[in-house]
């Protein structure tokens, strides 16, 4: 290898760019900015389908202004305003999707009070895994750095050790010499059959 070990957030692009295809069905738990909105909407295409949420409004507009201005078809991207939590509600039934991206914490440049939380994030954890293809990935890049951060840490990091070997792979991604809690990545791996059609 001749380059660097990519960061939490280049690694998880790097793990989008390689399970997601045109025409796949995809979200993004945690809106926010939108650079991963954007990316997601420019690996499917006009044939697949975004389901995007952020529980700020601002941040579900700026993100639409973003997409519009990257000359992206809205028609197969949908946002809400809405937690994570309540994916399943969104997402049509039985609908499988290829991959979900959840960045943890707060929205950098926005108010650094409004965090993502143990117990809906694992709610949305779940939500995905339902829907997730055989193959798909979930990736969680985990921002532990400010108030409430480790909380959540431990506790996602306890939910994907309690998981199924047998249905799922979990792994971390994590530089483990550097200092002030540099994100790190967990991501599953559905390895069973599924059912659902999409
Ligand atoms: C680290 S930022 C996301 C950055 C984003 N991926 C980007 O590309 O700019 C975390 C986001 O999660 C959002 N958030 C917090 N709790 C949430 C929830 N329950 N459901 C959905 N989004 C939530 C925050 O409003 C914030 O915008």
Request: some cysteine; overall charge positive.
């Amino acid at each position: 290898m001749s380059e660097k070990l990519p960061n939490a957030l280049a690694y998880s692009h790097q793990l989008l760019k390689h399970i997601i295809s045109r025409g796949n069905t995809v979200v993004d738990c945690t809106v926010g900015n939108g650079n991963d909105t954007l990316l997601l909407a420019n690996l499917v295409g006009k044939t697949g389908s975004v389901y995007g949420f952020d529980i700020q409004q601002t941040a579900i507009n700026h993100t639409h202004d973003r997409l519009k201005a990257n000359g992206l078809n809205e028609e197969n991207i949908h946002l809400f305003t809405a937690s994570h939590s309540q994916l399943d509600h969104f997402l049509p039934k039985k609908s499988l999707i290829s991959a979900a991206i959840f960045n943890l914490g707060y929205l950098p440049g926005g108010d650094k009070s409004i965090i993502t939380h143990p117990e809906s994030t694992i709610e949305a954890i779940k939500g995905c895994l339902n829907h997730l293809k055989q193959n798909g990935l979930v990736v969680i890049v985990i921002y532990y750095g400010h108030p409430g951060g480790q909380t959540e840490k431990n506790a996602i990091l306890d939910f994907g050790k309690s998981l199924d070997q047998k249905k799922f792979a979990a792994l971390t991604y994590q530089f483990i010499n550097q200092k002030h809690e540099p994100p790190f990545v967990l991501v599953i791996q559905n390895i069973a059959p599924t059912v659902k059609n999409s």
